[in-house]
């Protein structure tokens, strides 16, 4: 099979929504899950809308060379301290083709030549793109539960201890956020934290809890409410505490919704206290990583949307 990888054009759009939207959906209905895009092909016009504002020309394809079609695509997010990979996917009629191997190939090449490490948040239950990284060099580095919770119309009821020292974050956040992060976990993403303080197109929330003694961000967290990706995060908190009080925060963020999140798995208390809340939990995943990893101080909670690691 021959194709060649390209940088993807707004001429792609609705081919690479239309990728997505099949892969995702045909993996998950082939393993005994519900879909997880529904709506049709255009809902996952969101990962190249918002991928591209905030990483343009950063989007790749492995087009078909005879066809033209598009077999494959992939998003990566360079960032000052790392590189992050966004959805990958490949074409149902193309999956061991080969195609999404040289997208992230392509990748890792890009993050070697900018001397970073490259992370994602990857499925544990699906053993053909654990497969692809980890035969690839990446190491599976830490552990989440997905969990999701139905949110009343009324809004989340719940106030645990700490919740009147969270407040929407503004930009004077973000030199906090940023440090506060590069200490719990070796990474920052000052953009992420911006486009979602900013919401333009008011899809995004961002949180942040401030310590009342010090008067310092202690965690922040964030979340998307979109038809194709109702997520909360991406965050981080100095312990189970702080998490909790943000997350009750983000999840009165989507009154009549229910939003999905990543716990780390060895967060205990946090992970209590979503059970308590009536979380049920739908999926496992893993943060890989090719090249250097700082284990997490504090407690982690990732996102696919933006795609965090
Ligand atoms: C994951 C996915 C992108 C892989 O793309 P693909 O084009 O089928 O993968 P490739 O053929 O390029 O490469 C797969 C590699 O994994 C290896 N592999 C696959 N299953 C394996 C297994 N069970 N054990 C060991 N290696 C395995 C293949 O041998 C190949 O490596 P090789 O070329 O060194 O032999 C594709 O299956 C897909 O789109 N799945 C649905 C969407 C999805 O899961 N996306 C990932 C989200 S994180």
Same mark, same amino acid.
């Given at each position: 099979?021959?194709?060649?990888?390209?940088?993807?054009?707004?001429?792609?759009?609705?081919?690479?929504?239309?990728?997505?939207? @099949?892969?995702?959906?045909?993996?998950?209905?082939?393993?005994?899950?519900? /879909?997880?895009?529904?709506?049709?092909? $255009?809902?996952?016009?969101?990962?190249?809308?918002?991928?591209?504002?905030?990483?343009?020309?950063?989007?790749?394809?492995?087009?078909?060379?005879? !066809?033209?079609?598009?077999? =494959?695509?992939?998003?990566?997010?360079?960032?000052?301290?790392?590189?992050?990979?966004? @959805?990958? !996917?490949?074409?149902?009629?193309?999956?061991?083709?080969?195609?999404?191997?040289?997208?992230?190939?392509?990748?890792?090449?890009?993050?070697? &030549?900018?001397?970073?490490?490259?992370?994602?948040?990857?499925?544990?239950?699906?053993?053909?793109?654990?497969?692809?990284?980890?035969?690839?060099?990446?190491?599976?580095?830490?552990?989440?539960?997905?969990?999701?919770?139905? @949110? /009343?119309?009324?809004?989340? =009821?719940?106030?645990?201890?700490?919740?009147?020292?969270?407040?929407?974050?503004?930009?004077?956040?973000?030199?906090?956020? $940023?440090?506060?992060?590069?200490?719990?976990?070796g990474i920052t993403r000052d953009k992420d934290y911006q486009y979602?303080?900013?919401?333009?197109?008011?899809?995004?929330? +961002?949180?942040?809890?401030?310590? /009342?003694? $010090? &008067?310092?961000?202690?965690?922040?967290? &964030?979340?998307? $409410?979109?038809?194709?990706?109702?997520?909360?995060?991406? &965050?981080?908190?100095?312990?189970?505490?702080?998490?909790? =009080?943000?997350?009750?925060?983000?999840?009165?963020?989507?009154?009549?919704?229910?939003?999905?999140?990543?716990?780390?798995?060895?967060?205990?208390?946090?992970?209590?206290?979503?059970?308590?809340?009536? =979380?049920?939990?739908?999926?496992?995943?893993?943060?890989?990583?090719?090249?250097?990893?700082?284990?997490?101080?504090?407690?982690? @909670?990732?996102?696919? +949307?933006?795609?965090?690691?």
């Amino acid at each position: 099979m021959s194709f060649t990888v390209r940088t993807m054009t707004q001429a792609d759009r609705h081919e690479v929504s239309e990728l997505i939207y @099949i892969s995702i959906n045909y993996w998950y209905q082939t393993h005994g899950c519900p /879909p997880i895009f529904t709506g049709g092909p $255009s809902s996952c016009d969101v990962f190249f809308d918002v991928y591209e504002t905030l990483d343009p020309g950063c989007g790749i394809v492995a087009e078909h060379n005879e !066809t033209g079609k598009l077999m =494959a695509s992939c998003f990566y997010h360079p960032r000052e301290h790392h590189v992050s990979l966004g @959805i990958m !996917t490949a074409h149902p009629n193309h999956f061991g083709s080969g195609a999404g191997k040289a997208l992230l190939q392509f990748i890792i090449d890009f993050s070697e &030549g900018q001397q970073k490490p490259l992370r994602l948040t990857q499925s544990a239950i699906n053993v053909d793109s654990f497969s692809l990284y980890n035969k690839t060099g990446f190491v599976p580095r830490h552990a989440y539960q997905d969990m999701f919770l139905e @949110i /009343p119309e009324a809004g989340f =009821a719940h106030q645990p201890e700490g919740l009147s020292h969270v407040r929407p974050a503004t930009e004077h956040d973000i030199p906090e956020m $940023s440090e506060l992060e590069f200490q719990l976990a070796g990474i920052t993403r000052d953009k992420d934290y911006q486009y979602l303080i900013e919401n333009q197109d008011g899809l995004w929330s +961002m949180s942040v809890y401030i310590c /009342p003694e $010090s &008067g310092k961000v202690a965690g922040f967290l &964030g979340s998307c $409410s979109h038809p194709a990706t109702n997520l909360i995060g991406p &965050g981080i908190a100095v312990d189970d505490r702080v998490a909790i =009080a943000l997350l009750a925060h983000q999840l009165n963020q989507h009154p009549g919704k229910t939003p999905v999140f990543l716990l780390p798995v060895e967060s205990e208390t946090l992970v209590r206290t979503a059970y308590d809340w009536g =979380a049920r939990n739908c999926e496992m995943h893993f943060c890989q990583v090719y090249g250097d990893f700082q284990p997490f101080q504090g407690v982690n @909670i990732p996102t696919f +949307m933006p795609e965090t690691g």
